[in-house]
């Protein structure tokens, strides 16, 4: 069983900057991909960043510039350096993760964890 522990998360001004990092822990089948959503209130849950295990990244168009998704030293951690923020990023920003076992497809997905930017 895989499991996402977010942490990172706060207040900040616009401007400033934010690390969320995930740590997963279990069994991790490569080819994976590990990334970010976040959901606003009132609003429907969006992808943020994601990474595969070959290093290969996609981020939302409004954060390209800003936002940062890599791999931790461990495979299995993910982290996303947040600059320059708005307060158009305030939302709960969550971690998966996604991988085939015999083609069957197993996501998993953290608690979550607030971000809130003040302007």
């Known amino acids: 069983q895989v499991r996402l522990v977010e942490s990172g998360g706060g207040l900040v001004q616009a401007g400033g900057s934010l690390r969320l990092s995930c740590a997963g822990s279990?069994?991790?089948?490569?080819?994976?991909?590990m990334g970010w959503y976040r959901q606003a209130p009132g609003k429907q849950r969006e992808l943020v960043a994601r990474i595969s295990s070959d290093d290969t990244t996609e981020l939302q168009e409004s954060v390209k510039g800003r936002f940062t998704i890599s791999r931790g030293n461990a495979k299995s951690t993910v982290l996303l350096q947040m600059n320059s923020l708005i307060p158009e990023d305030t939302g709960v920003y969550y971690c998966y993760a996604a991988f085939k076992v015999a083609g069957t497809p197993y996501n998993y997905w953290g608690q979550g964890t607030q971000v809130t930017v003040s302007s």
């Open positions: 279990g069994v991790f089948h490569s080819p994976n991909v």
